[in-house]
């Protein structure tokens, strides 16, 4: 069972809708990050979120915009995605230091139609 | 730069066969070294890690050790199920910009029964 849950599993969209994507830890990791991954590939790292401010943010286009309500509340909302835009999402948190590793959420499946 | 390099997959093997998928990286500090799984439609599991040189990390077993002098962790399994069939990636976190893991490409592995 993953310790970080996402939500939706599962999101079809068309390129003028806005959604937003959700995710949640209760393990009190302070740092939380999206990103995104294509078919066969790494994770490609999107934003990161240190003590619920934003300070990574990974040149991704302005259609993505993240928001952290709270310590263990991380969201993704979308507008205005392109095709090329579908993939896997992903959420993780870990601690801040570095021996300690990042725990993945499964993900949603994004379509952009 | 930091980078992280994996072996070329697809990996075959058939079920109790011994297990090598090598990785070795490149860093400008002293980094953490993490080996995760992905399943099919799954996010990221941490199989394990090593925190410095000549820790051995192992879990469900899997082992790999940290070998500061070849820059290598390279994972090994003893004998494969038909269940360990998954993408496996090897990253690394440095002490300094603790917040970002640098991943290798993944290596795709099938067990046949």
């Known amino acids: 069972d993953t310790e970080v849950t996402q939500t939706p599993k599962h999101l079809v969209m068309g390129m003028t809708n806005k959604k937003s994507l959700k995710c949640e830890q209760h393990?009190?990791?302070?740092?939380m990050y999206w990103y995104k991954q294509k078919a066969k590939k790494p994770p490609e790292l999107m934003f990161v979120?240190?003590?619920?401010?934003?300070?990574i943010n990974e040149s991704v286009p302005s259609r993505f915009s993240p928001e952290c309500p709270n310590s263990s509340l991380l969201n993704l909302h979308l507008h205005a995605l392109q095709p090329e835009d579908s993939a896997l999402y992903l959420c993780a948190s870990s601690q801040w230091t570095a021996n300690q590793p990042q725990h993945f959420g499964d993900g949603t499946r994004l379509s952009i139609l | 730069g930091n980078s992280v390099t994996q072996m070329e997959g697809p990996v075959t093997l058939s079920e109790e066969a011994f297990l090598t998928i090598n990785c070795t990286y490149t860093a400008t500090g002293y980094p953490s070294l993490f080996w995760y799984v992905q399943y099919p439609g799954e996010g990221l599991q941490l199989l394990l890690k090593?925190?410095?040189?000549?820790d051995k990390g192992s879990n469900k077993g899997f082992e790999a050790t940290y070998r500061k002098e070849t820059t290598s962790f390279h994972l090994e399994k003893g004998s494969v199920q038909v269940s360990d069939s998954a993408v496996y990636f090897c990253?690394?976190?440095?002490?300094?910009?603790?917040?970002?893991?640098?991943f290798g490409q993944g290596t795709r592995l099938t067990i046949n029964p």
């Open positions: 090593a925190t410095k040189a000549d």
């Open positions: 979120y240190s003590y619920e401010k934003l300070s």
């Open positions: 393990m009190g990791h302070r740092a």
């Open positions: 990253a690394l976190r440095l002490i300094q910009g603790a917040q970002k893991l640098v």
